[in-house]
Structures are given as structure tokens and as C-alpha cells.
């Protein structure tokens, strides 16, 4: 069974940055597309960013020049930067993994269990 580990939330003040982490284990991200997902209180979930394996990225309107996905040397890591954090940020933070075409959440095979970013004076 695959398994993604996730890292690096928590709450941070306007502005701010944080950096999650995706560890997979089983299998590594050179062979499959990695997306980044979001789903607010109440909201539907929504696509933060995705790298597929061409090395394309694309990123959602909302995070867009803000946030930052790539891959580790090792290809087994994967990351989200996130600066200039706003409130609207706010969400529990999902690491994907799905075929080499996946773009979209519905895509994606194997999820993280989500860690929380809230940011908040």
C-alpha cells in the first residue's frame, strides 16, 4: 500500500511562510504526479498545485506567484512552500499521488492524512 506522510503544518501569522513536506513510501515521485489539495471548513476541496512528471506545474488562481511545489534529490520527498500566507489559507492541507495524467483531485490515487495550516493574528 502506498503512503504519503505529511509535515510541516501549523499556524502562522499573515504574511508568514510555512514548508510541508510529503514523504512516499513504496513508490517514488519520479513516476508519479504529485498534487498538493486544500479543503476549507464547509468549502470544497480545491487544487492548490500539481507537478506532473514532465515537470509541468500548475498552480491554482488563489496560490499562484505565493506558493511553490517541487520534488526532493531523492524524489521520494515532495514540498509546498507557501509564503505571504493570508487567513484565506486556512485549510487542512492534502499530499496526492496519481498516474503521470492527473490533474484533477478525482485523479489522484493515494492521499496523505492532511495536516492543518491556519493563519490567523
Known amino acids: 500500500q502506498v503512503q504519503l506522510l505529511e509535515s510541516g503544518g501549523g499556524s502562522v501569522q499573515p504574511g508568514g511562510s510555512l514548508n510541508l513536506s510529503c514523504t512516499a513510501h513504496?513508490?517514488?515521485?519520479?513516476?508519479?504526479?504529485l498534487g498538493w489539495f486544500r479543503q476549507a471548513p464547509g468549502k470544497e476541496r480545491e487544487g492548490v498545485a500539481v507537478?506532473?512528471?514532465?515537470?509541468?506545474?500548475n498552480y491554482g488562481d488563489s496560490v499562484k506567484g505565493r506558493f511553490t511545489i517541487s520534488q526532493g534529490n531523492s524524489k521520494n520527498t515532495a514540498y509546498l512552500q507557501m509564503n505571504s500566507l493570508k487567513p484565506d489559507d486556512t485549510a487542512m492541507y492534502y499530499c496526492?499521488?496519481?498516474?503521470?495524467?492527473?490533474?484533477?483531485?478525482?485523479?489522484?490515487?493515494?492521499w496523505g492524512q492532511g495536516t492543518q495550516v491556519t493563519v490567523s493574528l
Open positions: 507537478l506532473n512528471t514532465n515537470g509541468h506545474k
Open positions: 513504496e513508490f517514488t515521485y519520479s513516476t508519479y504526479s
Open positions: 496526492a499521488a496519481g498516474p503521470v495524467w492527473a490533474i484533477q483531485d478525482r485523479e489522484f490515487d493515494y
